[in-house]
């Protein structure tokens, strides 16, 4: 079977600071990766998607990016965070002919 | 981003009730329409996917797809406290590796 791990599962980050969020998926080879973002109270917001390495696909500009440096391994970036950075942020994946997505159990992150 | 539109809430119903869940997307190359329920604190998790026009039951859930009206729907028959939660409908257009999630209808089933 399938699973996914995120990491780390909460931060607290002063504003400037860098970040770094990983995802990595067990259990099936190139699957299509995400990543969303959900503000206090709003919906998911599609981040960057990936279906396969080192192809990224951005949603949103925006001061964070997003590599896919092995197959099953989706990592999101930023160099300097802002405020309006807060959020749970969600990896996820799906079957490369699927339309199910699976989440993470998401990376809450918190910039001061 | 495609518009996902949904009722923010909350919907309270009480237990034993049918929950009626209601969502409308812009896009008309949508293609495929799925509902995620979300828990406090936690991450989506998938109930149920519609494709074709007309209704889908599984268990308790029943999905409502009306392309023409641009219309996705979920009903939760004899509601359940434990339903109480937040859902969230999304849309894959043109069967592209994307989906766009609406912001979520808060469900309270009231014991």
């Known amino acids: 079977s399938q699973t996914i791990h995120q990491w780390p599962a909460t931060l607290v980050q002063p504003v400037g600071s860098p970040l770094s969020l990983e995802c990595t998926v067990e259990g099936t080879s190139n699957p299509n990766l995400y990543w969303y973002r959900q503000a206090a109270g709003r919906g998911l917001q599609l981040l960057f998607y990936?279906?396969?390495?080192?192809?990224i696909s951005s949603e949103v500009p925006q001061n964070l990016s997003a590599s896919r440096p092995q197959d099953r391994q989706f990592i999101l970036s930023s160099k300097k965070l802002l405020l309006s950075d807060s959020g749970f942020y969600l990896c996820?994946?799906?079957?490369?002919?699927?339309?199910?997505?699976?989440f993470g159990a998401g990376s809450r992150l918190t910039v001061l | 981003q495609k518009e996902v539109e949904q009722n923010s809430g909350p919907l309270s119903v009480p237990e034993g009730a049918i929950a009626s869940l209601n969502c409308t997307y812009s896009d008309r190359g949508s293609q495929s329409f799925f509902w995620y329920r979300q828990y406090s604190g936690k991450s989506p998790e998938l109930i149920m996917f519609?494709?074709?026009?007309g209704d889908k039951e599984d268990g308790r859930f029943t999905a409502q797809l009306n392309k023409a009206s641009q219309y996705v729907s979920l009903l939760i028959r004899d509601s359940q406290p434990s339903d109480s939660a937040t859902y969230l409908c999304a849309v894959n257009v043109n069967n592209f590796n994307k989906f766009y999630f609406g912001s979520g209808t808060k469900l309270n089933v009231k014991p």
């Open positions: 990936s279906v396969g390495i080192g192809q």
């Open positions: 996820a994946w799906s079957f490369p002919d699927s339309n199910v997505l699976t």
């Open positions: 519609i494709y074709s026009n």
